[in-house]
């Protein structure tokens, strides 16, 4: 049994498709739909599902996956034992991160890591679906690390790391009646239109708790997927928004207000899975960030 063909059906089981798998190995598909196929004919079964939308596991895929994704973290600890011995860490890491952070230098990071670690490939990728995409990646195996912002309790696959916190403001046109206050109670601020992520963004989900437990019912109105834009729309009267200080940019036609009641705070964790081994090069990107934080 290869390990490249336990490699090729890990990730079209990871990621449900072929097409996708090999982009992620950097191979082409037909390799990928080779090895997959050889590695059926080896077991004497078929592991998986092809239609033309999607792929699935069957019964002996849904069997294998977990064996085979241990194979494959027990010869990457292989290598990293050796590398390590021969005077640098080797592999790639795989890194989740919102669209917006601000509270933490994330190019500054992973810029003193490849300084560090050369041999080590970093991939970053920002999660269009929020702090919960980048779980939902952690957890099927397709990221090794995450910023998140994960208000309450995570999921028991995943260990936090708090790196940081920030309340959240209200913000408002300058013209608004509210912009005056020293302060605004949230229950001032029921059935008004705000602009805000989607829901499974960090923010959205401190804002919606904090209207839950306050007992005070909210509109959005817009949604958008990058908080960095969002003072544009208050400024444009388009509603008003409750952000993180650091996604306000110096913008005289809003203002930014405390609101009283309410928990508001925005926490910026880094992400880990709890339920399998970290590679030697993923343990000590982990360690850097922990360390700046402190």
Excluded: C
Aim: net charge negative.
């Amino acid at each position: 049994m290869e390990l490249r063909h336990l490699e090729y059906f890990v990730a079209v089981a990871e990621e449900r498709s072929f097409t996708v798998a090999a982009a992620r190995l950097h191979v082409v598909q037909s390799a990928v739909s080779a090895g997959v196929k050889a590695l059926e004919r080896e077991l004497a079964a078929q592991l998986l599902d092809r239609t033309p939308r999607r792929v699935d596991l069957t019964d002996a895929g849904a069997a294998l996956l977990p064996k085979a994704q241990a194979t494959l973290d027990a010869a990457r600890d292989a290598r990293d034992v050796v590398a390590e011995v021969r005077g640098g860490l080797r592999g790639t890491v795989r890194v989740g991160t919102m669209t917006s952070v601000g509270l933490l230098d994330v190019p500054g990071l992973l810029g003193e890591f490849h300084r560090r670690h050369p041999g080590v490939l970093l991939r970053l990728t920002a999660a269009p679906s929020g702090s919960e995409g980048l779980v939902d990646a952690l957890i099927e195996r397709r990221l090794d690390l995450a910023f998140v912002s994960l208000p309450g309790q995570p999921p028991p696959q995943l260990q936090l790391t708090e790196l940081a916190r920030t309340p959240m403001v209200l913000v408002l046109p300058v013209d608004h009646p509210l912009a005056g206050h020293a302060r605004v109670p949230i229950t001032d601020l029921a059935d008004l239109d705000f602009i805000d992520s989607p829901i499974g963004y960090g923010n959205r989900s401190v804002a919606d708790r904090a209207f839950e437990a306050a007992g005070v019912r909210r509109r959005v109105s817009i949604e958008i997927a990058d908080i960095a834009t969002a003072t544009s729309y208050v400024r444009d009267g388009l509603g008003i928004a409750l952000l993180p200080r650091f996604a306000i940019g110096a913008d005289d036609d809003v203002v930014a207000l405390p609101v009283a009641g309410a928990d508001l705070e925005w926490p910026l964790s880094l992400a880990a899975p709890r339920d399998r081994a970290l590679s030697s090069a993923t343990r000590a990107l982990l360690e850097l960030i922990r360390s700046a934080a402190r």
